[in-house]
């Protein structure tokens, strides 16, 4: 995991077109905004997590357990994690 310092208005590149900047950031957490091609899928790892949770309740396919299982597994050992996108507000 790569473990960054940021300032509002600073931002970060990932290779395939990805830009994450920091829009704001106080005590109780930091607003992000992610500029990223259609093609790419974005979504906040709690709405994945309750997602994918539906799915093996009802009785998914064995594809949907293993995604979940791979979110499990990054998960595993790390910090608070950041939303993937800003709220509506």
């Known amino acids: 995991m790569l473990i960054l310092s940021r300032k509002p208005g600073d931002a970060i590149l990932i290779d395939g077109g990805i830009r994450v900047v920091v829009l704001a950031s ?3 957490g930091v607003r992000l905004g992610i500029e990223a091609p259609a093609s790419v899928g ?3 790892e709690e709405i994945a997590r309750g997602i994918a949770d539906e799915n093996v ?3 998914a396919t ?3 357990r293993t995604w979940l299982k791979s979110i499990d ?3 595993a050992g790390e910090g608070d994690d950041l ?3 800003p709220e509506d507000d």
């Open 26 to 28: 106080d005590n109780g």
């Open 42 to 44: 974005i979504v906040r």
């Open 57 to 59: 309740r009802a009785g």
């Open 62 to 64: 064995p594809s949907a």
């Open 73 to 75: 597994e990054a998960d």
């Open 83 to 85: 939303e993937s996108r």
